[in-house]
């Protein structure tokens, strides 16, 4: 009765939802538990139809510019639920961070002509940043 009761209060709250089953890249990092505190961005890529295996060819090549400070957590696309969507998980000490070390990857002969190839594949983007809560193995 418990649990039926938490059902029917959560479907007051509830304005919508939707779900993914995400299937991860091959060629980014599994996920590990961090040391905090971070920030994580999710960054999230609607890509044309037809554009998954080109977005993961540039990708595999474009990763190795941003492993550096260990910012990369994981990146994922859908298989189930909207299709043609990446979900790339990165981790920064703070909004500082991000900032220096996105802007550090332009540095970086490569990733400019990796990211060049990327953008014409995308139809919406959005970034979230989030932070971890206490019980996450991602802190």
């Known amino acids: 009765q418990e649990y039926l009761d938490f059902r029917k209060e959560r479907s007051r709250m509830l304005l919508s939802r939707r779900n993914q089953l995400l299937l991860e890249f091959s060629f980014w990092n599994e996920p590990q538990p961090r040391q905090g505190p971070n920030i994580y961005e999710l960054r999230t ?11 993961g060819n540039n990708w595999a090549r474009a990763i190795k510019y941003r492993q550096e400070n260990q910012e990369a957590v994981g990146g994922f696309f859908s298989q189930i639920g909207e299709l043609y969507v990446v979900h ?19 540095r970086k002969r490569g990733w400019d002509e990796s990211f060049y190839y990327t953008v014409p594949l995308i139809r919406t983007m959005e970034s979230r940043i989030m932070i971890p809560l206490k019980i996450s193995p991602l802190q």
């Open 45 to 55: 890529y609607k890509l044309k139809p037809g554009t998954m295996i080109e977005w």
């Open 88 to 106: 790339h998980l990165w981790a920064y000490r703070d909004l500082q961070s991000r900032e220096e070390t996105r802007n550090a990857a332009w």
